[in-house]
């Protein structure tokens, strides 16, 4: 059983915003680096995003100005907020730690994007 549950996906216009959440185990969100992924149709997993315990961030650059991570320490939660989205922003979002195989690289079923033109 994957310790993390994401939600907050569906179907937006080219434009729109979204923002996904992860609720994780207290021992899960004190220890580790959060991060969320994506994958689109017919690619391999990317990392889109993720923050630190340290409160340190990072962005992939196809997202860095429109994408915003946070950790919600009261709630043991990993949010992304994603604006201005795209297309090709289209994918199944997961969250994980990072590295994932701290967690022995088990994933959970994510969160479908889908950002239509």
């Known amino acids: 059983q994957v310790p993390l549950v994401e939600s907050g996906g569906g179907l937006v216009q080219s434009g729109g915003s979204l923002r996904l959440s992860c609720a994780a185990s207290t021992s899960i969100f004190r220890l580790y680096t959060m991060a969320w992924y994506r994958q689109a149709p017919g690619k391999q997993r990317e990392l889109v995003a993720s923050?630190?315990?340290?409160?340190?961030?990072y962005y992939a650059d196809s997202v860095k100005g429109r994408f915003t991570i946070s950790r919600n320490s009261a709630k043991n939660t990993v949010d992304l907020q994603m604006d201005s989205l795209k297309p090709e922003d289209t994918a199944v979002y997961y969250c994980?730690?990072?590295?994932?195989?701290?967690?022995?690289?088990?994933w959970g079923q994510g969160t479908q994007v889908t950002v239509s033109s």
């Open positions: 994980n730690v990072l590295p994932p195989e701290k967690l022995n690289n088990a």
């Open positions: 923050a630190t315990t340290g409160g340190k961030s």
